[in-house]
């Protein structure tokens, strides 16, 4: 298992618009099980929601709010509220970390990508993007495209018309990024928002061993607020996380514009929406957005 360290957003550079749509369909979380000498890809039911007794209870794994997550993080990632649309997404975005895809920016110089095709391969031998697996090992950590070049292109959208791809995507972004923040998040005590920033945060940095990655933004938010696990108060800490975050993007060039915290996240934590219940309405690179 690769530890990326991930890149920069693809910055949306259209008019302004709003889009807007309903929170749709609730989507298949396919968690990881494990077997002896590690982890198996193999798929799981996914378990049934807990009863809505408790609006606070839900977190961000209850399946509505998983789709919202879903959406707030395309709006950021491809200026689109569509997620299901990306699986075929793929450009390299000059940020240094090669080519950029799928559903949640899956990218050939960090690893990621790798984990992904290789289980895509596991699971289908033969695939379209099986050959490139040699060239994926050999530009992991680099921004090059050797080996890669004049086809995967092509063939990564080919891929993303077969549902066992979309499936591999699904699970990988589940695996590496959503599972892990929601269970800190939980771990940490605070509800649907703060898990989606904790989320939110993994997907755009990785949790590496650098100063920006999400475990040292953590740990630079816990220097100065404790989470509700330790008795502090949720709204102060998910405050200094978003100081941390804003921080850390603040590191690299790339993530200089801020407002998917500023104008997105620290909406909901200002209007005390810690449950992240629609409707919602936010902004990302001057666009805004609605939730209904």
């Known amino acids: 298992m690769h530890a990326p360290h991930k890149r920069a957003a693809r910055r949306n550079t259209r008019p302004v618009r709003i889009t807007v749509i309903a ?23 996914e378990p049934a929601a807990a009863a809505p007794k408790a609006a606070a209870a839900a977190g961000l794994d209850d ?15 491809n200026s ?29 110089g960090t690893g990621d990508m790798l984990d992904l095709v ?9 695939n379209v993007l099986a050959k490139y697996l040699p060239a994926l090992r050999k530009v992991n950590g680099t921004p090059s495209h050797s080996g890669l070049d004049p086809n995967f292109t092509k063939d990564w959208v080919k891929a993303a018309s077969d549902s066992a791809f979309k499936q591999a995507q699904n699970d990988e972004r ?9 269970k ?5 005590g605070i509800g649907t928002l703060g898990q989606f920033a904790y989320y939110d945060a993994i997907v755009m940095h990785g949790d590496g061993g650098d100063s920006t990655s999400f475990s040292s933004i953590r740990k630079r938010a816990l220097s100065k607020a404790k989470p509700p696990s330790r008795g502090g108060n949720e709204v102060t800490y998910l405050n200094a996380f978003l100081d941390a975050r804003v921080w850390a993007m603040k590191q690299e060039e790339a993530h200089e514009d ?11 934590l200002k ?6 219940d629609p409707p919602l309405d936010w902004k990302v690179y001057g666009d805004s957005y609605h939730i209904g």
């Open 23 to 45: 929170v749709g369909l609730a989507l298949t979380a396919i968690p990881v099980t494990a077997y002896a000498g590690g982890l198996s890809h193999q798929a799981a039911p």
């Open 63 to 77: 399946p509505a709010k998983k789709e919202i997550a879903m959406q707030l993080v395309s709006s950021a990632e």
């Open 80 to 108: 689109s509220l569509n997620w299901k649309s990306q699986y075929k997404y793929i450009e390299d975005i000059d940020d240094d970390r090669g080519y950029t895809a799928g559903i949640i920016g899956f990218c050939s």
């Open 118 to 126: 290789e289980l895509y391969t596991e699971r289908k031998p033969g």
């Open 174 to 182: 589940d695996r590496v990024y959503f599972n892990p923040a929601v």
């Open 184 to 188: 800190q998040g939980k771990a940490d």
């Open 258 to 268: 801020t407002s998917r915290v500023d104008t997105a996240q620290r909406v909901f």
């Open 271 to 276: 209007k005390g929406n810690l449950n992240l």
